[in-house]
């Protein structure tokens, strides 16, 4: 048993660890660093999206209200009562649950179209950036900074250096990859795996729509929202800019482009979206800011039409096809469990 | 204090009337491809953008922009259904969906980077002036605008209940596997459809630049205002439609007279959430 | 039959706008038997089909199941109390494999442990070996067909509701299905309502039949009555006559 478990996470386990060691060669270069730490950030965020988008087949929109709703909750409790980010970050993942709670509820009722969904939370982005922007006592249209770093630094989660957020998103993503696989191979994937694919089918098989998609989204909302506590001590400031359509329509699509309900799917789209889209910003620069998201669109729009699956399929057929070549047939087997 | 409120609420009924033209695309193509664009509220505002070219290249006037905007949208439609939206109806819903929010973003990358973020607004219109009826004055503008907007809602909803193309639009609505069975072809249908819905927003654009600017994010407001118009509807209504477009535009120049201008999103917002847990079918949808 | 009924429907109403889908259908599905659905096309029975599964929800009347009142009820608890069904209009998983789909409705009364099992015994059942490696959408009407079926299954119904499941089935595929659905009857004691088109199935199967026309019931009874009775025979030849393949 022992042995079947290490083989099966071998691929899994030997892939994150080549990761963690990446800083070691690139620390010295600011500018890779943010690079990696960003892709794994949105890493993060797209495979969470994964379970309620991927899998349950809701087009959510919401992720930059989630991320905000997380960064607020944790900086204003550091900056008012001094409570660390450690602790913040949670509480900021269930303020966001408890929210998605709100439109998910009335939203995911029998019959009502998954469209409404799809619309109240893209809007929900908008409407709380505005709350936040009037709000003046915790947001208000300029920056507060969080206090924090020098010695304070581990209690504020306020570090100098990008490394050490570098390896706490790599747990994250670690741990919402392993979450991903579980789901997908247990009842609650299986049923979200049904709804997506067709509602009325998958209720009368006996699954719960609105249990289950309420289930789905609470564990997303979470993960981003603690996230969003994370992207407040990264960015060392609160702005109601956080609230962004942006960030939301961008986990969507590398959530898609990657391949929907496939686990490792959105990880790679972060790693080629991401740097293509920092790539860009750095060729490009100020003039031609908006244009890194024109190009997304056309890259959501042409995998959306000539490769449905998003790109992981693709991907996982060279991997096979390399395997194969270096003879190593032993390794098949471990290579589909890593799907 | 009374004199405002009423006058706010004129100022909402006409705006509300233009609103109810912009979603009135938004549901025609809902109620028969079951798709809504989310990119709806960016082609009113590439509608403005354009109108706002037109009336300063050929020095026109807003609202006589449309006879140029709306085949250009009319064939705009056209193009991004056949290149676009009609090789996803066979996909999952979501699919289908994320692909109207990147053409969305599309849109709204294309219109900051072709006429930077700063607002557009046509220089004046013939159509100035205000009519005062005792305390209140109402813009001519607007009125205007929301007679045309009548107009054309009236004529759709004609077009719908006497032309074949309309049948054949509602016979697709009603069941695609019936509709194909009496002959209608339905990708054809599809097209006229969403392409009358991308023509209605040049009507709005024209209308609105008569008396608006138009900035790159202004299609999220548009978006925003006819999916709460489309809540509050419903599908199959279109007096249904009109008071929904009025109900939200009085909420709306009410909030702005009376509260924080910028809270005007909230107030729509909390009518699309509460409609949406109490009345999910809408005030008035039929389906 | 002195049983009381599994499935009982009282004066069931369902309109859409202003047409009446199904106008004031009494019926009952007695545990055991195989009963049969039949009537022209657009007679409104996949849209009693939908009211009794919990799908849309009847404008009037009253749906009792095992004694349980579920009129109203959401479908998956419907499921749960023992009632499953197929659909006409293929409602396949596209993007999943045959096993993948079975293994949805076995997760209805199976936990993590005994899924593999069930999922196992209804390939097997429904002769899906071959296939269950296959995604939905690289398969055929026929064997979508069946692998609803499967599905259906799998969630350990105790009645089951089968919409036009034999249709586009060639003769040989129709006799070994009849035999399937004998086989489910039999052995596993699973009460059964179907709508058919198919004639020969529906006289071989069923042992008690009701026949709906423009959403009444016309006539009730075993299939010698119901082949001879004389407003079946009009309401048949007044529409469209039933395919006999
Ligand atoms: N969702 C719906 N909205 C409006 N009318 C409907 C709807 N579903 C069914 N109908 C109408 O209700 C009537 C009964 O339809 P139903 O599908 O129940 O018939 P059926 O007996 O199953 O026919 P068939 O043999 O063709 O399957 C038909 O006239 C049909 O057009
Ligand atoms: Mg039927």
Known sequence: MKQILSTKYLPFISIFSLIALIPLVISKDQYAMVLVTTVLLYAVLASAWNIIGGMAGQLDLGAGAYIGLGAFTTGTLLTRWNITPWIGMFIGGFVSVSFAILIGLPLFRFKIKELWYALTSSALVEVLR???????????????????????????????????????????????????????????????????????????????????????????????????????????????????????????????????GITYGPFLAAIFLVSFREYLRAALGGELAGLYLAVYAVVLIVVALFQPRGIAPLFRRLFEKVIRSLGGREHESSAKASS | MLDMTVQSIITGLMMGVIYALITLGISIVFGVLNVVNFAHGDFVMFSMYLSYMIGTALVWDAVQTPLITIPVLFIFGFIVYYLIIDRTLRQMYVVQLAVTVGLQIFMRSMALIIWKAQPRALQYSIIQGNIQIGPYTILTSRLVAAIISLIFIAGIAWFLNKSWAGSAMRAASDDLDMASLVGVNYRRTYALTFAIGSALTAVAGGLLMSFQQTDPVGGIRFGFLSWCVLALAGLGSIPGLIISGMIVGVAETVTITFFDPRSRLLVIYGIFILVLWFKPRGLFGRK | ???????????????????????????????????????????????????????????????????????????????????????????????????????????????????????????????LADLRDKLCSDLGLAILRRVELARALATEPEMLLLDETGAGLNQTELLSFMDLLRKINMEYSITLLVVEHVMQMVMGVCSRIVVLDSGEVIATGNPESISTNPKVIEAYLGKRVPQCY
């Open chain 3, 1 to 127: 039959m002195n049983h009381p009924p599994k499935l009982q429907v009282n004066n069931l109403t369902v309109n859409f706008g202003n047409l009446m889908a199904v106008n004031n259908v009494s019926l009952e599905v007695y545990p055991g038997e195989i009963a049969g659905l039949i009537g022209p096309n657009g007679a409104g029975k996949t849209t009693t089909f939908n009211a009794i599964t919990g799908l849309i929800i009847p404008s009037s009347g009253k749906v009792f199941f095992n004694g349980h009142d579920i009129t109203g009820m959401l479908p998956h608890k419907i499921c749960r109390l023992g009632m499953s069904r197929t659909f006409q209009v293929i409602k396949a998983f596209a993007h999943m494999t045959v096993e993948e789909t079975v293994r949805v409705g076995a997760y209805n009364r199976c936990n993590e442990k005994n899924v593999y099992k069930k999922v196992d015994q209804i390939i097997k059942l429904c002769d």
């Open chain 1, 130 to 260: 505005i709350v936040f922007l009037m709000w003046d006592e915790v947001g208000g249209p300029t920056e507060k900074y969080l206090p924090g770093g020098g010695d304070n630094a581990l209690y504020s989660l306020r570090f100098s250096t990008y490394i050490p957020y570098f390896y706490i998103i790599l747990i994250f993503l670690v741990i919402v990859i392993y979450l991903n696989h579980r789901i997908r191979n247990s009842k609650l994937g299986f049923s979200l795996l049904a709804l997506g694919e067709d509602e009325d089918a998958a209720e009368v098989l006996g699954v719960d729509a609105r249990g289950n998609k309420l289930k789905a989204l609470m564990i997303y909302s979470f993960i981003v929202g603690t996230v969003g506590g994370l992207y407040a001590c990264l960015y060392g400031f609160l702005h109601p800019s956080f609230f962004s359509t942006e960030i939301s329509t961008e986990v969507v699509i590398l959530g898609i482009v990657g391949g929907m």
